[in-house]
């Protein structure tokens, strides 16, 4: 496994934005798929965005598209989710993860083999 560190979760308003940061090093995310996944309680780690090692693919839950953007800087080691139009809905621990297997369109958890510990992110209304 491989450590993973998340940072740049935080409290705001509807409509509000965050960018979430995850340490990874390089030669992870130049050669694994690359996602973020949240947990709120009570409900299951749902699969939010993903990018494949070129960065040429990406998914997106639905209930995200159009407003979260998954990027990565393999030269910084660094993957972020940019989080734009915030809702209450998106409320949870957040977290990084890294999978030895190709990116799929659906974001399952099972895939990934390496997560960071999260950051929390609260959405008020």
């Known amino acids: 496994q491989v450590q993973l560190v998340e940072s740049g979760g935080g409290s705001v308003q509807a409509g509000g934005s965050l960018r979430l940061s995850c340490v990874a090093p390089?030669?992870?995310?130049?050669?694994?798929?690359m996602g973020w996944f949240r947990q709120a309680p009570g409900k299951e780690r749902e699969g939010v965005a993903s990018t494949s090692p070129s960065g040429a693919s990406k998914a997106y839950v639905d209930s995200v598209k159009g407003r979260f953007t998954i990027s990565k800087d393999d030269a910084k080691e660094m993957v972020y989710l940019q989080m734009n139009s915030l809702k209450p809905e998106d409320t949870a621990m957040y977290y990084c993860a890294a999978s030895a297997f190709p990116c799929e369109r659906r974001i399952r958890a099972t895939l990934f083999n390496s997560w960071g510990q999260g950051t929390q992110v609260t959405v008020s209304s």
């Open positions: 390089g030669y992870i995310t130049s050669r694994a798929c």
